[in-house]
T-cell receptor, first 110, second 111 residues
Framework: EAGVTQSPTHLIKTRGQQATLRCSPI?????VYWYQQALGLGLQFLLWYDEGEERNRGNFPPRFSGRQFPNYSSELNVNALELEDSALYLC?????????FGPGTRLTVL | QKEVEQNSGPLSVPEGAIASLNCTYSDRGSQSFFWYRQYSGKSPELIMF????GDKEDGRFTAQLNKASQYVSLLIRDSQPSDSATYLCAPSSGSARQLTFGSGTQLTVLP
């Protein structure tokens, strides 16, 4: 069974630009979650999508947004990038409460 | 007070010993508890989950939950050098499906 996949692996942007990160869940999983793992801050919950709807949102500004497509894949958009947005962005998927993580996208903002 | 507290370590144990990892949480609404292992530079890997008070065993791993004390632990028996990683505790509050992660305990198993 294929796991959660994310693209790209690495992404380099400059301040003020927009970044788009993509995630494909495990087959059969309808929920997708996004987390940010910044250096020294640990893993923080960003967003939860289920059946195409945003179900829950963490304590992040509105410039962090996303969507889930009919095939349950998801994308995370970060607008007006700031230096502190540099982090590993992890996507997880689930059918039950157990969440399984993808390999992540390393975003670097210069 | 942090929502999820773990000893940051590093915790060092000799190969073959029992490693004991502890976690306390502040949200009494937490219903599910997950342990993830994260190797350096890699994403978290789910190794155990527990929903009910008491013990749950899976191979060399045992999770223990005490909701009254808001405490969850992970025991690793017969520790191996390949167990050297950061272990993350993550309670989940029911329908919110939001995992709140602790900062993790770094475990080193010495050959």
């Amino acid at each position: 069974e294929a796991g959660v996949t994310q693209s790209p692996t690495h992404l380099i942007k400059t301040r003020g630009q927009q970044a788009t990160l993509r995630c494909s869940p495990i087959s059969g999983h309808t929920s997708v979650y996004w987390y940010q793992q910044a250096l020294g801050l640990g893993l923080q919950f960003l967003l939860w999508y289920d059946e195409g709807e945003e179900r829950n949102r963490g304590n992040f500004p509105p410039r962090f947004s996303g969507r889930q497509f009919p095939n349950y894949s998801s994308e995370l958009n970060v607008n007006a990038l700031e230096l502190e947005d540099s982090a590993l962005y992890l996507c997880a998927s689930s059918w039950t409460p157990e969440q399984f993580f993808g390999p992540g996208t390393r975003l670097t903002v210069l | 007070q942090k929502e999820v507290e773990q000893n940051s370590g590093p915790l060092s144990v000799p190969e073959g010993a029992i490693a004991s990892l502890n976690c306390t949480y502040s949200d009494r609404g937490s219903q599910s508890f997950f342990w993830y292992r994260q190797y350096s530079g890699k994403s978290p890997e789910l190794i155990m989950f527990i929903y009910s008070n008491g013990d749950k065993e899976d191979g060399r791993f045992t999770a223990q939950l005490n909701k009254a004390s808001q405490y969850v632990s992970l025991l690793i028996r017969d520790s191996q050098p390949s167990d050297s990683a950061t272990y993350l505790c993550a309670p989940s509050s029911g329908s919110a499906r939001q995992l709140t992660f602790g900062s993790g305990t770094q475990l080193t198993v010495l050959p």
